[in-house]
């Protein structure tokens, strides 16, 4: 299967390589979601995974910050189910 990537930069203007884990679209709020990673580790040695939402622009997508409590929650919820899709698959 054909990873799914795209660049973005960050706060410090460094552009950086992520990879898509997952996408979602909302239809109650008709809202993109998408759940990626910078392939980096956390102090654990974990897989930093991220989300947020996203739009779809010609050259490919523009992340946007979820900001009210819904979106947040939407997205936390996204990750949570692709990390028990995973566990049920790796258990």
Do not use: R, W
Request: aromatic share 8%.
């Amino acid at each position: 299967m054909e990873k799914l990537e795209f660049t973005t930069k960050d706060k410090f203007g460094n552009e950086i390589v992520c990879e898509v884990i997952a996408t979602y679209h909302d239809d109650d709020t008709n809202k993109d979601y998408i759940v990626y990673t910078d392939k980096t580790l956390d102090e654990n040695k974990k897989l930093k995974v991220y989300y947020g939402l996203y739009e779809k622009v010609d050259n490919g997508i523009k992340l946007k910050e979820a900001k009210t409590p819904e979106e947040k929650s939407i997205g936390l919820q996204i990750i949570k189910e692709i990390l028990n899709d995973l566990n049920k698959l790796n258990g």
